[in-house]
C-alpha cells in the first residue's frame, strides 16, 4: 500500500477483536492500518430490535463513513450485511469464516437435553427461538439484548438457566471454553453468513481493493452467497426464523435450511454444483423458489416478523433484559440480512 488505511469498525469488544484480526492481516501483509470507532445506531438506541430495525442498524454509519472517505475499509460480521448491494461500495473480502455453529451456555454445564422443563434460555434471535422450542416445546425462551458479557453474566447470576450464542463470537473473544454444547448444524441449523467476516471498501479505490482480495477464501464467499441468495429471494422479514447454512462438500455446494412456516418449522437440503459464484446464487435462488412453490405457497405472512414475548411471569419488555445492541435487523422489503439481533455472538 502506498498510504495508511483506516479501518472503520463499531466500537464493541467483538466488533474491534474482529476488525483487529482484519488489520493484522493487512499488516502481515506490509500495510500500515489504523482502527476508527464509530457509533452505530443500534449501539445507542436500547429500544427493541423489531422497533428500531431497518436496513443500516449496524451498518448505515459504517458504510456513510467509507463513502464520505473518513475511512478506507469497514469490517461487518456478514449476517449484519443487507443482501442488496449498496452503490459505491464493494465487498471485497469474505475472509476464511469461523465456527458457524450455535453454542449453549448453560449453568451447571448442562447440554440442551439435561435442561430440566421450563428452564429459562435466553436468546434475542426468533430463529434461535423456533429452534429451540422444536428441539425443547417444554423450555422457556426469554428475549435479550446485550452483548456477549452481558449474556453470560445472566446465566453465572442465576437471571437465565442458558443462553444461546455463535461459537465464532465466544472463540474471537477467547471465551469458547464457557460453551457447554456445540450445537449441530444440521438440527440447530445456523443464520446466512453466521461466522463469517465481511470486508467493504469503496468500488472505485483499486489499491484497496486488491490488497483485501488476498484476504479473501473463495470456499466460504461460494458458501455464503447461496445462503444469502435463499434469504433474498424468500425476501424474510426482520425477524423471519431463517436457517441456512451451506459448505463445500466432494466438489459439489450443500445447503441445509429450516425456516419457520405456517404449519411449523420446515426443513430442506439441496446441492448443487460449486463452479463459481454464480452457481452458488443458483442453488439458493432454486431452493427459495422450490420452498415458496412448496411448503411456504400461499403463506403470504409466513416469513414475517414473529413476536418475541417478554418474559412469562415479569412486566419488564423485552429490550429490558440485557444491554446494547448487537445486529442490525433490516425491514423486509429490502430483503436484508438475517435476523438474528446477536451480531457475532
Known amino acids: ?41 443500534g ?10 430495525g431497518g436496513t443500516g442498524v449496524f451498518v448505515s454509519a459504517l458504510r456513510e463513513a467509507l463513502l464520505a472517505g473518513e475511512v478506507d475499509l469497514a469490517v461487518h460480521s456478514l449476517k449484519d ?18 465456527d458457524p455453529r450455535d453454542v ?26 423456533a429452534l429451540l422450542l422444536d428441539a425443547r416445546p417444554d423450555l422457556e425462551v426469554v428475549p435479550v439484548r446485550g452483548n456477549v458479557g452481558t449474556r453470560l453474566r445472566m446465566v453465572s447470576s442465576g437471571e437465565l438457566d442458558a443462553v444461546v450464542l ?19 448444524a444440521a438440527a440447530f441449523v445456523p443464520a446466512p453468513g453466521q ?8 468500488a472505485e479505490d483499486a489499491e484497496v481493493v486488491a490488497a483485501l482480495a488476498a484476504l479473501d477464501s473463495p470456499a466460504d464467499r461460494l458458501a455464503v452467497l447461496a445462503e444469502r441468495q435463499l434469504l433474498a429471494s424468500l425476501e424474510a422479514g426482520c425477524s423471519a426464523p ?10 459439489a455446494l450443500h445447503l441445509s435450511l429450516a425456516v419457520q412456516g405456517p404449519d411449523g418449522l420446515v426443513r430442506r437440503t439441496a446441492d448443487g454444483p460449486a463452479a463459481d459464484p454464480a452457481a452458488a ?40 433484559v440485557g444491554g446494547g445492541a448487537l445486529e442490525h435487523t433490516p425491514d423486509r422489503a429490502t430483503a436484508g440480512p438475517r435476523p438474528d439481533p446477536e451480531s457475532g455472538s
Open 1 to 41: 500500500m502506498t498510504r495508511p488505511l483506516r479501518l472503520g469498525t463499531r466500537r464493541s469488544a467483538l466488533a474491534t477483536t474482529q476488525s483487529g484480526w482484519v488489520a493484522d492481516a493487512l499488516r502481515a501483509r506490509g500495510a500500515e492500518v489504523e482502527l476508527v470507532e464509530i457509533t452505530t445506531h
Open 43 to 52: 449501539d445507542v438506541d436500547r429500544a427493541p430490535l423489531a422497533v428500531i
Open 81 to 98: 450485511l443487507p443482501t442488496a448491494p449498496a452503490e459505491g461500495l464493494a465487498l471485497a473480502a469474505v475472509p476464511r469464516r469461523e
Open 104 to 129: 449453549l451456555v448453560a449453568a451447571g454445564g448442562r447440554t440442551l437435553a439435561q435442561l430440566p422443563a421450563g428452564a429459562r434460555v435466553g436468546t434475542g434471535s426468533p430463529r434461535r427461538r
Open 166 to 184: 455463535a461459537a465464532a463470537g465466544l472463540s474471537r473473544l477467547g471465551r469458547l471454553g464457557e460453551a457447554t454444547e456445540v450445537l449441530d
Open 195 to 202: 461466522g463469517a467476516l465481511a470486508v467493504e471498501c469503496r
Open 242 to 251: 431463517v436457517g441456512a447454512h451451506a459448505r463445500l462438500q466432494g466438489g
Open 281 to 320: 446464487r443458483a442453488l439458493g435462488a432454486r431452493t427459495a423458489a422450490e420452498l415458496l412453490a412448496g411448503p411456504l405457497a400461499g403463506a403470504a405472512d409466513a416469513l414475517e416478523p414473529l413476536a418475541v414475548p417478554a418474559a412469562a411471569g415479569t412486566a419488564r419488555p423485552p429490550a429490558a
